[in-house]
Each structure stands twice: as structure tokens, then as C-alpha cells.
């Protein structure tokens, strides 16, 4: 097939981009390979007919549907856990129970799920999509601002012993 292509589908053209091959290979099947007649008499004894009738009155009644997964991709990883007990899997965190915390765990990752064994055979499963770590909010403390003097500098002001700066002037000959 390959070799049918490159023979019949591409000799003495030149193409600007890939686009272009794209636009030439979609209308050379249609307008030129799958019309053609094949000659399978002397092999098989059928008559001669296009790949567009083959594929018609043939091959499309074989054809299934596909509803199922054939393969599914698990990545086996060694993680340490930090003190909290988190790892870290593709930029998030997910949370194992206290008893692993500052220990080396053994995970495996499939698109959907985190799947832990600990050494007892218990398997831990983690939703990758909702049962990932959000830390908590901390409360801020509130800090009280006052846009009032304070009672105690109005008393300081009128302190009989306290002294104006003007005085504090006259005694060192300076401008306040």
C-alpha cells in the first residue's frame, strides 16, 4: 500500500505545506484510487471492481462499533510523604493516612485514580478529580485601628509638669 502511494500518489508533485499534501491525498482517493478497477481475477478469482464498491458491499457490514477501553495507562512511582502525610502527583496534592507520613509509598497512577498498597494488602483508592488537597484558610488576626487620639495622650497634654516645646527653645536657643 505504501508503495502504491508513493508510485501513483506523488511523483513529480511539490507541495508549499502539509496542508496542501492533506488537500491533494484527500482528493487523490477519492477521485482517483478509489475508482480505480482492480484486477483480482487471476488471484482470486473475483471480478474486477473499485475499492469503493469493495468497501460497500463488503467490508462495511464487518466493521464494529468500539464502546470499551482497551488499555488502560498505569505509571507505578515511589513518593516520599512529607509530615502531613501529602505526595504529590501531576502538581497537586493528595492526602494518606497519618501513619505514612515521612515515609516512602509505593503508588500507581491511571488517568483517573491514585491506587496505593500499604504493607497489610489494603488498597487505598484516590479520586484524582475531587479528592485532591485544598489547604484550609487561616483566620487573620484582626489588628484594631484606632483613628482617635488616645485618652492617654489627651491626658499627657494636660499634665501639669508636661512642657511645651516652646520652652525646651528658649533654654537651647533653638526654633521649634
Known amino acids: 500500500m505504501v508503495r502504491y502511494f508513493?508510485?501513483?500518489?506523488?511523483?513529480?508533485?511539490?507541495?508549499?505545506s502539509l496542508e496542501d499534501l492533506q488537500k491533494?491525498?484527500?482528493?487523490?482517493l477519492v477521485k482517483y484510487s478509489d475508482v480505480r478497477k482492480l484486477s483480482l481475477v487471476h488471484t482470486t478469482g473475483i471480478q474486477a471492481e473499485t475499492p469503493a464498491e469493495r468497501f460497500t458491499q463488503k467490508e462495511r457490514s464487518e466493521l464494529r462499533t468500539v464502546d470499551r477501553v482497551f488499555f488502560t495507562n498505569i505509571r507505578?512511582?515511589?513518593?516520599?510523604?512529607?509530615?502531613?502525610?501529602?505526595?504529590?502527583?501531576?502538581?497537586?496534592l493528595y492526602k494518606l493516612p497519618e501513619q505514612y507520613s515521612n515515609q516512602s509509598?509505593?503508588?500507581q497512577i491511571t488517568d483517573t485514580e491514585i491506587i496505593f498498597h500499604d504493607a497489610d494488602n489494603k488498597v487505598i483508592r484516590i479520586d484524582k478529580a475531587t479528592s485532591f488537597y485544598t489547604a484550609k484558610l487561616q483566620e487573620k488576626s484582626t489588628i484594631k485601628i484606632f483613628?482617635?487620639?488616645?485618652?492617654?495622650?489627651?491626658?499627657?497634654?494636660?499634665?501639669?509638669?508636661s512642657r511645651s516645646l516652646d520652652e525646651y527653645a528658649k533654654v537651647t536657643g533653638g526654633s521649634w
Open 105 to 107: 509509598v509505593f503508588i
Open 147 to 161: 483613628n482617635d487620639v488616645s485618652p492617654d495622650y489627651e491626658t499627657w497634654g494636660q499634665n501639669s509638669l
Open 6 to 16: 508513493k508510485e501513483n500518489a506523488l511523483p513529480g508533485r511539490n507541495f508549499d
Open 24 to 28: 491533494w491525498i484527500d482528493l487523490w
Open 76 to 92: 507505578e512511582e515511589t513518593r516520599k510523604a512529607d509530615k502531613c502525610g501529602l505526595i504529590r502527583v501531576e502538581n497537586r
